[in-house]
């Protein structure tokens, strides 16, 4: 079999590899139809993510079907589609015993401190993987595990109808973030300098878009929440900068979510946090919401096939990196497909 392998940072190789066998009990044997390239697969080509071990096999958004499984396994069965949950934690600290296995103190993200899913066929254990309704495209399903971010990061947010939410960044994050806060009863204005970004989002059901770079973004924060002030802050940038923004256009008792993992650190008006009692909230991955946003998508109460803008073989994989890193603009959500 053949994996998308990042020998060193700007270095892919297509690998020939045997196709791997059941070891375990709990192992499934997966046939591996579709990769999403993430941002993050992105940094960890061009060498600016920390936390990526070369080499390393890529992907973390990974869909494909069941061809085998072990002695152990209940939930799913040969034929069956399927998702990969990329959280690799150790189960016995703190945060994995009360269901928070995305801040594990060892957590790691396969495809980035583990070993990713572009590959023809890829092993997991019975953990780290979802079924997936039959009928839902391969190209729609591989937009499940970005799904669960926005939808980790606005139920951290505690988003409820009648909120009015800002999400900053209208690439995948920025999108996935904004139809989850719609999910949940938010009206949401997104903001980016990229107009074709922008388009993409109203037409994904963003109730107000504003290019920041030519539009005032507190003068339109003020005119969408009737001077109020948004009660919901994404930053889907990951600039710390924003976060500081947000203190300055979320109303009394917001929320401010922060997404980002950058190393910068960050200087926040103490006197703002405390006299308008606002919260500032991280998100990582996220915490078991594949169950949910497998039934968003399944009940077409998201939009993916529009976010997925371009589509090329695995082994076409460093064209496809090649047009994410010089036309960023052009693309959103783009895949390898493995048939």
Same mark, same amino acid.
């Given at each position: 079999? &053949?994996?998308?392998?990042?020998?060193?940072?700007?270095?892919?190789?297509?690998? !020939?590899?045997?196709?791997?066998?059941?070891?375990? #009990?709990? !192992?499934?044997?997966? $046939? +591996?139809?579709?990769?999403?390239?993430?941002? *993050?697969?992105?940094?960890?080509?061009?060498? *600016?993510? /920390?936390?990526?071990?070369?080499?390393?096999?890529?992907?973390?958004?990974?869909?494909?079907?069941?061809?085998?499984?072990?002695?152990?396994? /209940?939930?799913?069965?040969?034929?069956?589609?399927?998702?990969?949950?990329?959280? +690799?934690?150790?189960?016995?600290?703190?945060?994995?015993?009360?269901?928070?296995?995305?801040?594990?103190? !060892?957590?790691?993200?396969?495809?980035?401190?583990?070993?990713?899913?572009?590959?023809?066929?890829?092993?997991?254990?019975?953990?780290?993987?979802? &079924?997936?309704? %039959?009928?839902?495209?391969?190209?729609?399903?591989?937009?499940?595990?970005?799904?669960?971010?926005?939808?980790?990061?606005?139920?951290?947010?505690?988003?409820?109808?009648?909120?009015?939410?800002?999400?900053?960044?209208?690439?995948?994050?920025?999108?996935?973030?904004?139809? %989850?806060?719609?999910? $949940?009863?938010?009206?949401?204005?997104?903001?980016?300098?990229?107009?074709?970004?922008?388009?993409?989002?109203?037409?994904?059901?963003?109730? $107000? =878009?504003?290019?920041?770079?030519?539009? !005032?973004?507190?003068?339109?924060?003020?005119?969408?929440?009737?001077?109020?002030?948004?009660?919901?802050?994404?930053?889907?940038?990951?600039?710390?900068?924003?976060?500081?923004?947000?203190?300055?256009?979320?109303? #009394? /008792?917001?929320?401010? =979510?922060?997404?980002?993992?950058?190393?910068?650190?960050?200087?926040? #008006?103490?006197?703002?946090?405390?006299?308008?009692?606002?919260?500032?909230?991280? *998100?990582?991955?996220?915490?078991?919401?594949? #169950?949910?946003?497998?039934?968003?998508?399944?009940? &077409?109460?998201?939009?993916?096939?529009?976010?997925?803008?371009?589509?090329?073989?695995?082994?076409?994989?460093?064209?496809?990196?090649?047009?994410?890193?010089? *036309?960023?603009?052009?693309?959103?959500?783009?895949?390898?497909?493995?048939?």
């Amino acid at each position: 079999m &053949k994996s998308v392998v990042l020998l060193n940072a700007k270095e892919l190789e297509i690998q !020939d590899h045997l196709i791997p066998k059941i070891a375990n #009990p709990d !192992d499934i044997l997966i $046939r +591996v139809k579709a990769v999403g390239i993430c941002g *993050s697969d992105i940094h960890a080509y061009d060498g *600016s993510l /920390t936390t990526i071990k070369y080499p390393r096999t890529i992907g973390h958004e990974v869909v494909g079907e069941v061809t085998a499984v072990g002695d152990a396994v /209940t939930h799913v069965k040969p034929g069956d589609h399927v998702a990969m949950d990329p959280v +690799v934690s150790c189960g016995a600290c703190l945060p994995c015993r009360t269901g928070r296995r995305n801040v594990c103190r !060892d957590v790691k993200c396969m495809g980035v401190a583990a070993e990713g899913g572009a590959a023809e066929y890829i092993i997991l254990p019975a953990l780290n993987v979802v &079924k997936l309704p %039959a009928d839902i495209p391969w190209n729609e399903a591989v937009l499940a595990e970005p799904f669960t971010i926005g939808a980790n990061a606005t139920a951290q947010a505690r988003v409820v109808p009648g909120d009015m939410a800002l999400v900053m960044g209208a690439g995948t994050i920025g999108l996935v973030a904004m139809q %989850a806060a719609k999910i $949940r009863g938010a009206r949401v204005m997104i903001a980016d300098i990229v107009d074709s970004r922008l388009k993409l989002a109203a037409q994904l059901g963003a109730d $107000r =878009v504003v290019n920041s770079r030519t539009e !005032d973004l507190a003068a339109a924060v003020s005119e969408f929440t009737k001077g109020e002030g948004i009660t919901v802050f994404i930053d889907a940038v990951g600039v710390p900068a924003l976060l500081v923004l947000g203190t300055e256009l979320t109303a #009394p /008792t917001g929320r401010i =979510v922060a997404l980002g993992l950058t190393g910068d650190l960050l200087t926040l #008006p103490q006197a703002a946090i405390s006299k308008k009692e606002l919260e500032l909230i991280g *998100s990582r991955m996220h915490s078991n919401r594949f #169950p949910e946003v497998i039934g968003w998508i399944n009940e &077409k109460r998201v939009s993916t096939a529009l976010m997925v803008t371009h589509s090329f073989s695995f082994t076409q994989a460093q064209a496809a990196f090649d047009l994410i890193e010089k *036309s960023p603009q052009s693309t959103c959500k783009v895949i390898l497909t493995f048939d």
